[in-house]
């Protein structure tokens, strides 16, 4: 006698419906987690674990899922719901005004901003800040991560810039290697139809926006908006004055920091001190 299969929850959140839904359209077809995992190029145990709600979906499964099926974006829609959920309710509303902005300006001073990390980087960003979290909650993180710069990548109108401190590429996340990768990301974005981004050198000494990460939108209404993150709480100001005052600081941030151009040879010259793993001995800029 086959086990009856799990019972679902889809009013517990976006997830759980995800997966009820999911079951329920695989049911309509007549099709067993075998048959559709070889039409939407996944495994069994994959959809599984992702219709009991057990895991996040993968993010290419959604559009897969909508084509076999022919269900016109559902799977996307729940997906992009399920995927704002892994975050607090105050930074799901920056990132509802992150996907509105058609200029983004921010500040990195103690880790590179989430926008510009590569999934290596966010993994062990997110395990060093929670390292008794399971890895599942981790890798839900990091989709999240990826979710939202997916969505910026799809705006090819966007206008952002960064002003990173020497802090946050001088620190290394995972090793070496996770890092040579970020810090190779970050060179090609220095200046590029979309992006400009400027090193802050230590030895231009202190300034105003030291501390966590900062960002400044302005909204497709003309609307600008702040938003502060500290390590694990974030805070949105939609006052004018706030507004005013930190694009002044950012204005004279930019002023101080490296050119775009020499923020690259910056960045090369950090990469490329970066020590080797599989070579004990110092690299040309370790020795007097």
């Known amino acids: ?67 076999a099926f022919g269900t016109d974006g559902l799977f996307q829609d729940l997906y992009d719901l399920a995927v704002s959920e892994i ?9 509802k005004l992150e996907a509105r902005a058609r200029r983004i300006r921010e500040v990195g001073s103690q880790i590179v901003p989430g926008l510009l990390q590569t999934e290596d980087y966010a993994r062990a960003q997110f395990r060093v800040h929670n390292r008794r979290a399971p890895q599942e909650h981790i890798e ?34 995972g090793s070496p290697a996770v890092m040579r990768t970020q810090l190779a990301r970050l060179i ?8 400009v981004l400027q090193v ?18 302005t909204l497709d209404d003309g609307t600008e908006v702040v938003y502060e993150a500290s390590i694990n709480t974030g805070t949105l100001l939609e006052d004018q004055g706030s507004c005013d005052r930190y694009r002044q600081s950012y204005d004279l941030l930019t002023a101080c920091a490296l050119s775009p151009s020499a923020s690259a040879d910056f960045l090369r010259s950090v990469l490329e001190a970066l020590p080797n793993e599989h070579d004990p001995r110092p690299s040309p800029h370790e020795v007097d």
Not at 152 to 170: Q, T, Y
């Open 1 to 67: 006698m086959p086990a009856r299969p799990k019972e679902l929850t889809p009013d517990r959140s976006a997830r759980h419906l995800f997966g009820a839904r999911l079951r329920r359209h695989r049911d309509l077809a007549g099709l067993s987690l075998e048959k559709l995992a070889s039409i939407v190029n996944s495994s069994r145990s994959t959809l599984s674990r992702v219709e009991n709600a057990e895991v996040m979906p993968p993010p290419e499964l959604p559009a897969l899922l909508d084509a």
């Open 87 to 95: 975050h607090p309710d105050q930074f799901q509303r920056r990132m």
């Open 140 to 173: 839900e993180l990091v989709i999240g991560r990826m979710h939202r710069q997916a969505i910026l990548r799809g705006k090819p109108d966007a206008d952002m810039g960064w002003v990173l401190d020497e802090a946050c590429l001088r620190r290394i996340y």
């Open 188 to 195: 090609d974005l220095t200046v590029t139809a979309t992006t």
């Open 200 to 217: 802050m050198p230590f030895e231009a000494g202190p300034h105003a926006l030291l501390g966590g990460t900062l960002s400044l939108l």
